[in-house]
Every structure is written in structure tokens, then in C-alpha cells.
């Protein structure tokens, strides 16, 4: 959905409450071109790259202290 920032002024909470309802994203305009976006609260934005690999990877055993048996070229 797209509308002006009037229209955004005058039915900002009605659209705020539909909004988390319905899922829905809103694009708000001036003089015709995109300023804003309104997006419900638990849809991610995808286009980030920050975090996205979060929870991926799993450690095992200590990756801080150094290893004890170093293989030196001989």
C-alpha cells in the first residue's frame, strides 16, 4: 500500500492497528516520492546481511587458549 504523508498524518493509528492485523506494509510519500516505510513489528527486513547467519554455527571446545600439540614443518 501507498500513500501520501497527509494521508499518513490523519489516520496514523487506525493504519497503525490494521497494519499489525493484516500484515501489511505501508510506503508513505512526498511530492510523489518514497520517504518511508511502515512495517509490522515482527516482520525481519531482509535486506540486511547484519545477523542473518545468526544461530549457524556451533562452537566446540575452546577456541581462545592456544593448541598444545603444534605440528612444526621439519
Avoid: R, Y
Avoid at 535486506?47 to 577456541?63: H, P
Wanted: charged share 25%; proline share 7%; glycine share 6%.
Amino acid at each position: 500500500m501507498e500513500m501520501t504523508a497527509i494521508e499518513f498524518k490523519s489516520k496514523c493509528l487506525e493504519l497503525m492497528d490494521s497494519i499489525k492485523d493484516n500484515h501489511e506494509i505501508v510506503v508513505i510519500t512526498k511530492n510523489g516520492k518514497p520517504v518511508a516505510k511502515l512495517i509490522p513489528v515482527d516482520e525481519k527486513p531482509t535486506s540486511s546481511l547484519f545477523g542473518c547467519m545468526k544461530g549457524s554455527v556451533k562452537i566446540n571446545g575452546d577456541i581462545i587458549n592456544p593448541i598444545d600439540n603444534v605440528i612444526t614443518p621439519g
